[in-house]
């Protein structure tokens, strides 16, 4: 009896672990490996709850955009004498820019005042009306359009980035990692918070802290990115060294 007791004080409810048979080597964690599930785990979390914070910003927008969006393209026709429907042909005939204006002067060449007679001619002259009138409207009213329209956010970039280019001086491509953070600011509406930037530079691309600052510092020193209050603005500089990094 005292060798099933002795035999047995490892068993069942003898309250003592079971050791540590063939099939359970090596399966302990490490402290690093613990730490790293710990990690892992609070950035799903904090994931987690900045998807619910942006899906009820989203919400919000989406609902502040139909109560404005009469009055805008109100304000728009009134300055400019064309509407929602027509400033959206307007960017799609923008892309025949060229050959528009190249048909409307073979047009006068070829057959002079006679040439208001010829249906696409006229066509044509709508459509670089409609054309001048978008080139011609304010930055802030493109931006009040670009709210609602793709091709004005298009159209507003690549004026941001024309502008930009000619401040471009440099050699050579820049670091990786700068240029990541270049881009997550773009991605995010031209607009990020530093403590998000900083946030994305350490968990994101693993730069401690001294490394992200001077990372940084580039970026605001070529004037790539500028501070506005307690958030970072992408430049027009900005825009035009991401597109021609192909970024």
């Excluded at 050579?172 to 240029?179: F, P, Q, V, W």
């Amino acid at each position: 009896m005292a060798g099933n007791k002795e035999n047995g004080k490892a068993g069942k409810g003898s309250g003592e672990p079971f050791p540590n048979v063939e099939g359970n080597a090596g399966m302990e964690l490490s402290e690093e490996e613990i730490m790293k599930i710990l990690q892992a785990r609070q950035q799903y979390e904090r994931a987690l709850e900045m998807a619910r914070k942006y899906e009820e910003m989203l919400k919000t927008a989406e609902q502040k955009k139909k109560e404005i969006r009469p009055a805008v393209f109100k304000e728009i026709k009134e300055k400019y004498g064309i509407d929602e429907k027509e400033i959206r042909r307007a960017f799609k005939e923008r892309e025949r820019k060229k050959e528009i204006i190249d048909a409307i002067i073979d047009a006068i060449e070829n057959e002079g005042s006679k040439a208001c007679e010829n249906k696409q001619f006229r066509e044509n002259m709508d459509a670089w009306k409609r054309i001048r009138a978008v080139e011609n409207m304010a930055e802030e009213d493109i931006k009040k359009i670009a709210v609602f329209m793709d091709e004005a956010r298009k159209y507003l970039e690549e004026k941001t980035v024309s502008k930009g280019r000619a401040e471009i001086h440099h050699a050579g491509r820049m670091n990786a990692e700068t240029l990541q953070i270049l881009k997550h600011v773009k991605e995010n509406g031209g607009v990020v918070a530093w403590k998000e930037l900083l946030r994305y530079g350490k968990e994101e691309l693993g730069l401690d802290t001294d490394t992200f600052n001077k990372r940084r510092w580039t970026l605001l020193t070529k004037g790539y990115i500028e501070r506005d209050g307690t958030d970072v603005k992408l430049t027009p500089k900005g825009y035009a060294r991401l597109q021609e990094e192909g970024l």
